[in-house]
């Protein structure tokens, strides 16, 4: 039988310290209600992302001409279109509902792009752009790439940007982004979850199997964020793991995610 071990990787997330700032039971709770349905919302498009482009990929024809991918909520139904080379015309369309691994429709008929997926097109090529500018500090460290999710956001865009990692024993926590844009494509706010990448490790060389991730976030960034928990619900499938947990020293205990259960709960200890 392989051993079983337990891991928790407490790992700095933060360069600066700031004052504590204190919240009730109830501002935390909605607090972290609003971030559930976040990291939720990001799961579900980047879930769609992933599919998509495997099926695009395996298809000879449709990978023959790929020239990249768009993703987008469309009432009840996310949906990723596979732009042509060209990037003038959409040459697959695949959407999805309630998360699921297979799309519940799938359109591989040329068409040109509507005004959203125009407009979509349009802001990730713009921020992405910008992203070289040292002054963001947006690195890919080797090994990974880098993600864009943008969704819109009253009269402008969010545009995420998380790490990926092609290696099965990885979940690439940090190394995360929010870049606000206007509705042209120009920055106007930007965070960072994390100072650094936290590849956290789901299986040991010797055969022994991670059952417990935690990492820990500094008094400037004291919640957990909706980056981490749309990339523990895109990786920990291929895993032992069923919950993480963020410690914060600002709120005193421990943020625990379950993505079986898709609950998001504040703890003093970890259980």
């Known amino acids: 039988m392989k051993r079983i071990i337990s891991l928790t990787f407490i790992l700095v997330s933060s360069l600066f310290l700031a004052q504590n700032t204190k919240y009730t039971d109830a501002e935390i709770k909605k607090k972290l209600d609003s971030i559930k349905a976040e990291g939720n919302l990001l799961f ?23 020239g990249g991918y768009l993703t987008y909520k469309n009432n009840d139904t996310v949906k990723t279109v596979i732009l042509h080379k060209d990037r003038n015309l959409v040459i697959a369309e695949y959407s999805f509902t309630n998360n699921s691994k297979k799309p519940i429709k799938e359109n591989l008929y040329q068409r040109n792009l509507n005004s959203n997926e125009n407009n979509l097109k349009n802001i990730r090529s713009k921020v992405i752009a ?25 009269e402008s865009y969010k545009n995420y940007v998380i790490t990926g990692s092609s290696e099965a024993n990885v979940i690439p926590f940090g190394n995360d982004y929010l870049f606000i844009t206007d509705k042209e494509g120009n920055i106007i706010s930007n965070k960072k979850f994390h100072s650094r990448l936290i590849p956290t490790m789901t299986s040991m060389p010797e055969g022994g199997i991670v059952t417990m991730s935690t990492h820990s976030h500094l008094k400037t960034n004291p919640f957990i964020s909706a980056t981490d928990i749309c990339t523990f619900k895109l990786y920990a499938p291929f895993t032992k793991l069923e919950e993480f947990s963020v410690y914060s020293p600002s709120l005193d205990g421990y943020m625990i995610y379950n993505y079986k259960k898709d609950s998001l709960i504040k703890s003093k200890d970890f259980k």
Do not use: C, M
């Open 44 to 66: 579900s498009l980047e879930n769609s992302s992933w599919h998509s482009t495997d099926l695009a990929r395996e298809n000879k024809k449709i990978n023959g001409n790929f």
């Open 130 to 154: 910008q992203l070289s500018d040292p002054k963001y500090e947006v690195g890919v460290p080797n090994g990974f790439n880098l993600n864009i999710i943008t969704i819109p956001f009253e």
